[in-house]
């Protein structure tokens, strides 16, 4: 690993984290409720993650480098042109964005990554403390005004 990265990881590493703990949270939630597994319900997230991930990839090496490398058949066509013209928009969009499509993606990582084996997740909330000790409050009294007979 070249010491930019290292430090770019260990920049963007505080807020990952706390992303990725919102992520895990959300997906504990989700699945707790809905009965599906956490990996499950990221798909949608992984798929948004890993598409950045290639866009930054296209911004980064030049979209006419790649189209140049493609076959001849594919260089003519248009769909494919186009979708690499996307992804490098994108990517470019992500690249002037740095600083939130970085933890995005590790966050989303970290948090499906949390999610799935359990851990970051919210303290288990047990049925003695949702109770209330009506005891220790006292009488419950209404307030001035009100007629408790009725």
């Known amino acids: 690993m070249t010491p930019a990265a290292a ?3 260990l920049f963007f590493a505080p807020l990952a984290f706390v992303y990725g703990r ?5 997906l504990h939630r989700a699945a707790a409720a ?13 798929v948004r993650a ?8 296209i911004a980064i090496a030049g979209r006419e480098t790649l189209a140049a490398g493609l076959p001849p058949t ?4 248009g769909g494919v ?4 013209w996307a992804l490098d928009k994108i990517g470019g969009l992500g690249l002037i964005l740095f600083f939130l ?4 993606v590790m966050g989303s990582a970290l948090g499906i990554a949390a999610a799935a084996t ?8 047990t049925a003695a403390e949702d109770e209330v000790d009506e005891t220790a409050a006292g009488p419950s009294e209404a307030p001035a005004g009100i007629d408790k007979t009725t």
């Open 22 to 26: 919102h992520v895990a949270h959300g």
């Open 74 to 77: 594919l260089q003519r066509n």
């Open 118 to 125: 359990g851990r970051l997740l919210p303290p288990a909330e």
């Open 50 to 57: 890993l598409g950045l991930v290639l866009a930054l990839a």
């Open 101 to 104: 499509s970085v933890p995005y």
């Open 34 to 46: 809905t009965g599906r597994t956490p990996l499950r319900l990221s798909r949608g997230r992984i």
């Open 7 to 9: 430090l770019a990881l």
């Open 81 to 84: 042109l186009l979708v690499l």
